[in-house]
């Protein structure tokens, strides 16, 4: 179990803040598709793959007093942010966990300068990225009608994942 | 090729629903597949017939009833607006394939060897196998969609959403047998009428305002069945030295270690060579346990320690754990067990609320990923379930978090190191909490 907990904490550090639920979902499931070690498991939901086990971990660790969540009202809807706390910092800290935080940092960082909408398309990209380019289109298209991607923005996808593969990934 | 109906109606008799009705070849035929067939080696609730002797129940059973329920709520939505009838032997098909996938004990299967089971379902319904060849006589797409309507991703989000959605004949099934099989009083809730007020709607099936209180019971069951059977902490016990029984085969494998008895349907899993369909399929509950009885003679001291506390249930004993826990004593705990030659990787161990695959209703905000339950209101207009329900809104959203800490109290009452046990004693008996596994 805490492995798992101390690589969300060690993410939420690089981070600095994660604003939104969706974002952080989406950050780690690109994360965990680019080698970052995360092992939540990922199904397919409404905006594209979601953890169950990534919400209740999240749950654990504001209940633990390790992360901070803050509910901010937008317009007609409620949006929360995350950061890590002191003690979330210390525990962190002490904790021997492997993390590849060189390789992380320039990731971590890329993904959350990203809207949560474009991380929504470029993991649902990913989700179906074992299937040929056109029927990736398709799929998105067909699933993501309400969203309304177009062909430039499945491009600047492809192109924004092409980058993060170019992130050089650490060898043993 | 197509689908016939049989020309006498198959019934198997169930102890849930008390008669699942089959009436469709296809359907037959699916059932009569050995990937199908194989579900009855795997069981329902993994490790806790350890607590509940009779939570023997398995996938073939539970996987019958799912299809038994989407059957009976087709026949609800039959004639009505937004269902779309050619999309009946599509449903019933996920329905019964939905957990075809499954492994043994997979949840912690999946945790140690990083694999999962809805890839698996995608390959079993998709590939070389006899459940493809009988969906494939309903034409060569109809497997992937099949595959796409468990995986969630099928257009037609109302199909989906009978099988997978906060009020769906998968979680509407598991409730009931579980209940009746472990034989606890909670887990029951009115069915009949729940699907009496079903509708279907363009995104999911939504409940008629006026059958509110019965989904209110739906909802407690599901609370109740989480705390009381699925987070028992004398199954997670059983989960964790199941875990760690995998995670050191996994290890003495990697180390080259020489096992008296060779994990031959595990290998896949640890080598670099991906684990091919069939050799999946090889296995089963009835195959791991075999391993486990025979690991017990192994000379690798934890493997047979763990194997002989698994098959003999001689399981560990926990405290819960807090913050300031994890804060102050975790490290030390660690160093101690260390100190007195246990080691904390296999035998300190904190299982978590977010190491279970179950979960609560939730109401769903703005970025919520799951739809919630809606009720259709007497002028149309939907309504979140919680927001007109004062028992769902008082159990939806509460702390839901827990962590214990399991360990071998027997280890730390015998000679020497008795400083260091002391202090470790010290340390846990100042827990709230069992120090009991009790029933």
């Known amino acids: 179990m805490l492995p798992e907990h101390a690589k969300i904490m060690a993410l939420l550090q690089e981070a600095g803040e994660i604003v939104g ?18 092992q939540e498991k990922y199904t397919y939901h409404i905006y594209g793959p979601y953890s169950e086990e990534l919400t209740l971990r999240m749950e654990e660790l504001c209940s633990l007093g390790f992360v901070k969540e803050v509910k901010e009202q937008k317009a007609g809807y409620a949006q929360y942010c995350y950061h890590l706390t002191e003690n979330g910092a210390r525990f962190l800290d002490q904790f021997p966990l492997s993390w590849p935080a060189e390789y992380a940092r320039p990731l971590v960082t ?36 309400s969203q309304n991607f177009t062909e430039t923005d499945l491009e600047e996808a492809w192109d924004f994942i092409d980058s993060l593969r170019m992130i050089p990934f650490p060898v043993k | 090729m197509g689908n016939r109906m049989l020309e006498e109606e198959k019934v198997f008799k169930d102890p849930v629903h008390r008669y699942i009705h089959v009436r469709d070849e296809l359907i037959w035929d699916l059932i009569g597949t050995k990937e199908f067939q194989r579900l009855r080696r795997i069981r329902q609730l993994g490790t806790t017939f350890l607590t509940f002797h009779g939570a023997e129940h398995t996938r073939f059973n539970h996987s019958l009833g799912v299809y038994e329920i989407t059957r009976r709520i087709i026949e609800k939505f039959e004639g009505r607006p937004h269902w779309v009838p050619e999309e009946r032997l599509l449903c019933l098909s996920a329905a019964l394939l939905h957990d075809i996938g499954h492994g043994p004990f997979s949840h912690s299967f999946e945790k140690v060897f990083q694999t999962d089971h809805e890839w698996w379902t995608r390959k079993i319904i998709t590939g070389d196998t006899e459940v493809r060849e009988v969906l494939s006589r309903m034409g060569d797409d109809f497997p992937q969609k099949v595959a796409d309507v468990i995986e969630k991703t099928y257009p037609n989000k109302l ?31 009115d069915m009949e009428r729940i699907l009496r007020v079903m509708r279907p709607m363009e995104d999911q099936a939504v409940i008629k305002y006026t059958g509110m209180h019965a989904v209110e019971d739906y909802i407690m069951s599901r609370y109740q069945m989480y705390w009381q059977v699925y987070f028992h902490p004398v199954t997670r016990s059983a989960e964790v030295i199941l875990s760690k029984i ?7 494998s990697e180390s080259g270690y020489s096992f008296r008895y060779p994990p031959v349907h595990f290998e896949g899993f640890f080598s670099e060579k991906p684990l091919s369909l069939s050799d999946y399929l090889e296995l089963d509950e009835s195959v791991v346990m075999y391993y486990f ?22 399981l560990f004993k926990y ?3 807090h913050q300031e826990h994890f804060m102050n004593e975790w490290s030390r705990l660690e160093q101690l067990f260390r100190k007195i030659g246990i080691d904390p990787d296999y035998y300190l161990v904190i299982d978590s609320s977010s190491d ?23 002028d149309n207009r939907l309504r979140e379930l919680s927001r007109e329900s004062d028992i769902v809104e008082a159990i939806s959203g509460k702390k839901r978090t827990d962590h214990k800490l399991y360990y071998p109290e027997e280890w730390l009452h015998t000679p020497g190191a008795e400083k260091e046990k002391r202090e470790i004693l010290h340390i846990l008996q100042a827990h709230p909490g069992k120090t009991e596994t009790e029933f």
Not at chain 1, 128 to 134: A, G, M, R, S
Request: proline share 5%.
């Open chain 1, 110 to 145: 890329a993904l959350n300068e990203r809207s949560a909408k474009f991380l929504e398309l470029v993991s649902t990209m990913l989700y179906f990225e074992e299937l040929p380019k056109e029927e990736v289109k398709e799929k998105v298209f067909t699933l993501k009608k």
């Open chain 2, 246 to 252: 995998l995670q050191r085969v996994k290890a003495l």
């Open chain 1, 21 to 38: 639920r969706k974002k952080l979902q989406k950050i780690v499931y690109i994360g965990k598709k680019m080698k970052l070690p995360f």
């Open chain 2, 356 to 378: 279970l695959p179950y979960d609560f209703y939730r109401p769903g905000e703005e970025e919520e990923e799951r739809l919630p339950i809606h009720l259709i209101m007497p």
């Open chain 2, 293 to 314: 009885h025979m690991w017990q003679k192994e000379e690798d001291p934890i493997l047979k320690d763990l194997c002989e506390r698994f098959m003999n249930r001689r």
């Open chain 2, 159 to 189: 199909v989906v959403s009978l099988i997978s959605s906060q009020i769906d004949a998968d979680r509407m099934d598991y409730l009931q047998r579980d209940a009746f099989y472990t034989g606890v009083s909670y887990g029951h809730f």
């Open chain 2, 319 to 321: 405290v819960e754990f």
